[in-house]
């Protein structure tokens, strides 16, 4: 994978920051988030998932609990089916299954090997707009010990899926998370074998998981 994936992985971390530190005494129920806007759905599960790092030690047993309430209002399929484009409707179900889970694998990676680094990040949530059903919310991240240091901007777009909301795509600093993955994984794709090719593809981000 490349820097640029990877650094839109580390800032895509930024899922565990709280709307405020202050309003970690206050968590809504988790039901609350049905009848919310975007961003007040958005806000209610980022500090939920801030109490679960909070309460516990790092490892795997808070991982585990991390990756579960990320599972409740991540996508994992539609980023998976966006990220092949084309590609996804010439591959079947097993080797969508198997695509989507080493997805999901590298995203759980980066977001738990970076999420100690991001608690001390406030996040103030801008605004939203929604467009062709999706709807965008605008944060502004700041570094609660360094003042000075630039702020991060991070787009979340929310899909409307049921009673709540799910989060199909992250845009930091204006780049497309998932057009990202889509312009890297067609790279594999369109190269011949062996360095190219479907097989390929998977090789590679079997490779990139097993990596510190």
Do not use: C
Request: proline fraction near 4%; charge should be positive.
């Amino acid at each position: 994978m490349s820097r640029t994936l990877r650094r839109l992985s580390l800032v895509a971390s930024l899922l565990v920051a709280p709307a405020s530190l202050a309003t970690l005494a206050a968590v809504a129920p988790a039901h609350a988030a049905e009848n919310a806007s975007a961003t007040g759905f958005l806000k209610e599960r980022q500090t939920g998932l801030m109490k679960t790092l909070r309460a516990s030690k790092p490892g795997p047993e808070r991982a585990k609990k991390v990756n579960a309430e990320l599972a409740t209002f991540i996508d994992y399929d539609e980023m998976a089916r966006a990220s092949l484009g084309d590609e996804w409707g010439k591959r079947n179900d097993a080797e969508r299954k198997q695509f989507t889970d080493l997805l999901r694998q590298l995203i759980e990676k980066n977001y738990t090997k970076r999420m100690d680094e991001m608690v001390d990040y406030e996040v103030d949530y801008k605004s939203e707009a929604t467009n062709s059903g999706d709807t965008t919310v605008k944060t502004e991240a700041h570094n609660l010990k360094d003042r000075r240091a630039a702020a991060v901007l991070v787009d979340y777009v929310l899909r409307k899926k049921g009673a709540a909301y799910v989060i199909v795509d992250i845009i930091p600093e204006g780049s497309s998370y998932v057009k990202t993955y889509y312009k890297e994984f067609t790279k594999v794709l369109k190269k011949p074998a062996p360095d190219g090719g479907w097989d390929a593809l998977i090789a590679k981000m079997n490779k990139k998981l097993k990596e510190p």
